[in-house]
């Protein structure tokens, strides 16, 4: 977690303007980021189609180093979380 911004009301391209200050803001420190992990709303999987070129890939290319790849994660506990409560419901 970086950092809480109030916001009324939300959309991907202010979740594309954060990230990208955030990153730069990072990386002007020191951090190298490998991974960039969200919950899967639909706003974070439109945000992860925009950083993809229109398409959900599993990485984007780092826009401060062009040839650092940086992966794209939906929240593993979740989905693992939700692939066990449908098995276990079928029995």
């Known amino acids: 977690m970086i950092c809480f911004i109030p916001i009324s009301s939300l959309n991907s391209s202010i979740v594309t303007n954060h990230f990208f200050e955030v990153l730069q803001a990072l990386k002007s420190v020191g951090f190298k980021i490998d991974l960039v992990l969200c919950d899967g709303h639909k706003i974070n999987v439109k945000f992860f189609t925009e950083l993809g ?19 794209t994660m939906f929240d593993p506990v979740h989905l693992f979380k939700n692939f066990y409560h449908n098995f276990e419901r079928k029995k």
């Open 53 to 71: 070129s229109g398409f959900l890939e599993i990485y984007f290319m780092d826009s401060f180093e062009s040839s650092k790849k940086i992966l």
